[in-house]
């Protein structure tokens, strides 16, 4: 009886768990993410991460990402993944589209979260005002979360 519990708690820790992070959304497609920021006045996050390979990648998820004090807070900003990937495949475009970003703030360190409000030109293209960066922070997600609070509530 006790191991049918156990597994039985177990099993909804792990479904929980599951559920937790298909909550929170994380887009691809930049200017997917942009029309949805601009749509709702939003900032975005650009999370530069290598999922397949980077240790501090993995444990800013697992600490931050992955909790339900971050679930709730995602919902102030659009979340964008920029993935740079070694061993998993990877749409070509999507490849580019992160290149380009990565280049564009000078990314030379995973991971590394940038903070950015966009902003429509008259010609139609859209600009991405930089508030600050950030990457792991030591002392879990509500360490994380003053952090990123600070960036984007800083007045302009």
Same mark, same amino acid.
């Given at each position: 009886m006790k191991k049918i519990l156990f597994v039985i708690f177990l099993v909804t820790i792990s479904s929980s768990k599951a559920f937790a992070q298909q909550r929170v959304q994380w887009h691809t497609d930049l200017n997917l993410a942009l029309n949805v920021a601009s749509k709702e006045n939003k900032k975005v996050l650009l999370f530069f991460t290598g999922s397949d390979w980077?240790?501090?990648?993995?444990?800013?998820?697992? +600490?931050?990402? +992955?909790? *339900?004090?971050?679930? +709730?807070?995602? *919902? *102030?900003?659009?979340?964008?993944?920029?993935?740079? &990937?070694?061993?998993?495949?990877?749409?070509?475009?999507?490849? *580019?589209?992160?290149?380009?970003?990565?280049?564009?703030?000078?990314?030379?360190?995973? &991971?590394?979260?940038?903070?950015?409000?966009?902003?429509?030109?008259?010609?139609?293209?859209?600009n991405l005002k930089s508030l600050g960066k950030t990457g792991y922070v030591r002392g879990g997600a509500t360490a994380w979360l003053n952090v990123a609070n600070n960036i984007i509530n800083k007045t302009l």
């Open positions: 980077c240790g501090w990648c993995k444990k800013l998820q697992k +600490e931050v990402f +992955e909790t *339900n004090d971050f679930e +709730e807070w995602s *919902n *102030n900003v659009v979340l964008v993944e920029l993935d740079f &990937p070694r061993r998993t495949p990877q749409d070509q475009k999507i490849r *580019n589209q992160n290149l380009q970003l990565q280049s564009m703030f000078q990314v030379r360190g995973y &991971p590394t979260v940038h903070f950015v409000i966009p902003e429509k030109m008259s010609d139609g293209r859209t």
